[in-house]
């Protein structure tokens, strides 16, 4: 089979799996068969194929499901079928002699033109019987694996160029790329130079008279940022918009100097478990129209965003309002059967509905095409499925709205870590965060680490300071001394830390770097000494700084480490770095992972202040707290010495 020029062997999204080859096999299916299931899987994209199980795509006829929808489909077919005026059935006998499609099978003979098997991006919704349009398309083996059996394998993730590739072939003049973003690790699920791969429209830039559009090869193609499962950020909605501006700075920063002088109007923060500002991005997607292409890496919330924004159950955009008011203009006792104008009567070239049969009939589809065809446009179709598994959808998954208005693309995610590797196999889900946590607060003093899993571990370097950890992580944590931290890490002796890493991995873990605490968050972490409602003082006043950053593990999670250090001792040069920057003596900290990778680090968000276990109030309190123990020793010490000397003189 050729293979197109360019594109990534590797990953081939669009070539149909029943084919032909040199080992022995089979009998091919025949084309009737395949035209009772559906062409492609409605949950990750792949080829409907029968004949290797271990790939995307394929369904085994002994599930109930596929024989349930494969009996109500050639049912409905022949109702169908049957409901057809005579009329209409030679003018397609006719049509069918003409196109020399006489070997039809016999479930399809007779159908209209206007059949939404026989048409390709046109549905009949009245044609179609009940039966037909109640039954869930099935989805694939392995979808139904992943979906019940939390099991499966990820296919080979595509590359850049692929996804380039793949869009280049876009049948819209407009089209609009929707970069996806995960708010667990953000920035790290940036793809770098993802405007100058596709060809998009640059970034508007902040002088206001400056270009908002480009045309490349006379298509227009504009990128917005959509960062998902905000909700993982701050329990409420208010909270997450505040954190705008913080979110746009860190994004310009991961960007480079392409984004120096942008004005990133376009960054969204959603959520779609809780529904936050999923509404506007599905509006816009309606009027907008034409392609939209949903870009990321794997397991950054694609599929189930796809879910929430995209416009189901819309047709037309009709203004009721308006249609109020002319109603209520018009004089129903003056209209006439003259003056109702038919409807019009639906203009399908036969040509372009018997390419569908010619292309199942032939067992394969286009060699070089690396998009699918559209498949047939529903009202409330079947949306991709949502599983943690990196790798799930197979193929680019499309869908129609608005008659024809556009559609919604998800693409395949990019590789985004490959740290499951060093995972074993029960414990993979774990690394995906799934709710917002509330973290508990780790005390490292000198000599001390944090062990997360045993898979990475953070050393303080700075002698005398204690740090403050908050891992935002659904990995258990463990504070132990450094010496026995590090046997542990490096699998040289046993302990009963749980841990999650594969046996054999220990001599694999290496350091990922150092990091500076070097973001002042001492107006925050004060508490009434700055607070307006309090002492209000000036965080110049105060003789100490409170430092912070947060450590970055990808696709995963983030760690906020919190130190206290005196202004003094901070303002105070290194020597050894004193001819060079005169920085200061900032706190540092060092990282090990597996192969010294997945580990960045980023300005403080400061999240705990906002999801951290708040104290009680005392109106609220179940319990009577204790009471403070603090100097009762020493006062039951000096009320004893009192009562001896009396004692002795008596």
């Not at 006719?94 to 159908?111: C, M, Q, T, V, Y």
């Not at 694609?302 to 002319?326: Q, T, W």
């Not at 079947?382 to 959808?393: C, N, R």
């Not at 002698?463 to 590090?486: D, M, N, R, W």
Request: with cysteine; proline share 8%.
């Amino acid at each position: 089979m050729r293979r197109r020029r360019g594109c990534d062997s590797s990953f081939q999204p669009c070539r149909f799996l029943v084919q032909t080859s040199n080992a022995p096999h089979q009998p091919l299916p025949s084309p009737s068969l395949l035209l009772d299931l559906p062409r492609t899987c409605p949950g990750c994209g792949a080829f409907t194929q029968i004949r290797d199980s271990s790939n995307p795509g394929f369904y085994s006829i002994n599930r109930k499901s596929v024989n349930a929808f494969v009996a109500q489909r050639r049912h409905a077919l022949r109702e169908a079928g049957e409901r057809v005026t005579s009329k209409r059935e030679q003018e397609n006998q006719a049509g069918s002699r003409n196109l020399g499609l006489e070997g039809l099978p016999d479930n399809l003979k007779g159908l209209p033109c206007s059949h939404p098997v026989l048409v390709q991006g046109h549905t009949d919704f009245w044609a179609v019987p009940r039966a037909e349009r109640s039954t869930p398309t099935p989805v694939c083996n392995r979808c139904h694996d992943l979906l019940h059996h939390h099991a499966g394998v990820p296919i080979v993730h595509p590359t850049l160029q692929s996804i380039q590739e793949i869009i280049a072939e876009s049948p819209y003049k407009y089209n609009h790329i929707y970069h996806v973003l995960d708010a667990a690790d953000f920035p790290l699920s940036v793809i770098p130079q993802l405007q100058r791969y596709l060809s998009l429209s640059p970034q508007r830039s902040q002088n206001r008279r400056a270009k908002t559009s480009r045309f490349y090869h006379g298509r227009k193609a504009d990128m917005s940022f959509i960062i998902t499962r905000s909700d993982l950020l701050a329990p409420r909605k208010e909270q997450v918009d505040a954190m705008m501006p913080y979110l746009v700075e860190v994004l310009r920063e991961a960007l480079g100097s392409s984004a120096k002088n942008a004005r990133l109007g376009n960054v969204r923060c959603v959520s779609s478990k809780r529904g936050w500002w999923t509404k506007t991005i599905k509006e816009d997607i309606w009027n907008r129209g034409g392609g939209g292409w949903m870009v990321g890496k794997v397991n950054v919330g694609k599929s189930n965003l796809f879910e929430c924004i995209f416009p189901k159950g819309r047709k037309d955009d009709i203004n009721f309002k308006a249609l109020r008011e002319v109603a209520g203009q018009v004089d129903v006792d003056n209209i006439t059967t003259q003056s109702l104008k038919p409807l019009p009567e639906l203009d399908i070239d036969p040509l372009r509905a018997s390419q569908p049969l010619l292309e199942l009939e032939q067992g394969h589809l286009e060699e070089d095409a690396l998009l699918p065809p559209a498949p047939v446009e529903q009202l409330f179709p079947v949306m991709p499925i949502v599983s943690s598994m990196p790798g799930t959808t197979a193929s680019p998954i499309r869908l129609l709205f608005g008659g024809g208005k556009g559609e919604l693309i998800d693409l395949p995610g990019l590789l985004r870590s490959n740290l499951g590797e060093y995972v074993t196999d029960e414990h993979k889900s774990d690394l995906v965060m799934q709710h917002r946590l509330k973290p508990k607060q780790f005390v490292l003093k000198p000599g001390q680490s944090l062990l997360l899993g045993c898979l990475i571990r953070i050393t303080p370097k700075t002698p005398g300071v204690t740090v403050l950890a908050y891992p935002f992580l659904p990995l258990q944590s463990h504070v132990t001394s450094t010496e026995k931290a590090i046997e542990i890490h490096m699998q040289r002796q046993p302990s009963g830390v749980p841990s999650i890493t594969k046996p054999g991995m220990g001599d694999k873990m290496s350091s990922a770097g150092t990091f500076q605490l070097k973001w002042d968050v001492t107006k925050k972490r004060a508490g009434p000494l700055t607070s307006p409602a309090a002492v209000g003082l000036n965080t110049k006043v105060l003789p100490f700084a409170v430092l912070s950053t947060d450590i970055l593990i990808e696709g995963c999670g983030w760690i906020e480490l919190v130190v206290q250090i005196r202004k003094r001792e901070l303002e105070s040069l290194d020597q050894s770095n004193q001819g060079e920057n005169n920085e200061p003596n900032f706190p540092t900290v060092e990282v090990f992972s597996p192969e010294g990778k997945h580990i960045s680090a980023r300005r403080p968000l400061s999240a705990w202040l906002l999801s951290g276990q708040k104290p009680v109030s005392p109106r609220k309190r179940t319990v009577r707290p204790r009471r403070s123990m603090k100097g009762v020793k020493k006062a039951l010490k000096l009320s004893r010495r009192q009562q001896v000397p009396d004692a002795g003189g008596k």
